[in-house]
């Protein structure tokens, strides 16, 4: 049977799983502190600091959390693919069996035929050179029963 396994792929899709999972804890925990510091800072210093350095964090967890979701969902196509790779080399190691199988039968059987044929020239050949001493009997069995 061939080897491979598909089990790596599903330990790391449950990594980055769990990896995302800590990165959304982390960002709603900054947004909690985020809207702490606007409830604190409710004048135009602190509108300034939240353009200036808390939006561009915003964005840049935002960006973050998509690349761990793209990751997730392809690290999830290629297990999916690779449980279906393996399944046709199963099937595949199945079929060569089977045609490892029927080939051993084909090479049997052309043997036997191979034989058979060897074996049939033979008694040809043996009724060939040894016609004239049938002929021979029977001329000498006709003789003895054409009286009675």
């Given amino acids: 049977m061939p080897s491979f396994e598909h089990h790596y792929h599903k330990t790391s ?14 960002v709603s925990v900054f947004k909690e502190d985020v809207r702490t510091i606007r409830a604190i ?3 135009n210093a602190a509108i300034n600091a939240e353009r200036r350095y808390l939006a561009p964090i915003d964005a840049h967890q935002n960006s ?9 969902e ?30 051993e039968a084909a090479e049997r059987k052309n043997a036997l035929g191979q034989q058979s044929q060897k074996s049939g020239l033979k008694f040809e050949k043996d009724y060939c050179d040894n016609r ?8 000498a069995t006709y003789t003895h029963i054409e009286p009675i």
Wanted: proline residues 0%; negative net charge; glycine residues 0%.
């Fill in 13 to 26: 899709c449950d990594a980055l799983l769990s990896e995302l999972e800590s990165v959304r804890y982390q």
């Fill in 41 to 43: 800072w409710a004048d």
């Fill in 64 to 72: 973050v959390i998509q690349s761990f979701s793209d990751q997730i």
């Fill in 74 to 103: 392809n690290a999830d196509a290629c297990q999916q693919l690779f449980q279906h790779l393996h399944d046709l080399l199963l099937i595949c190691y199945a079929d060569e069996e089977q045609c490892v199988y029927t080939q």
């Fill in 132 to 139: 004239h001493l049938f002929q021979e009997a029977l001329s």
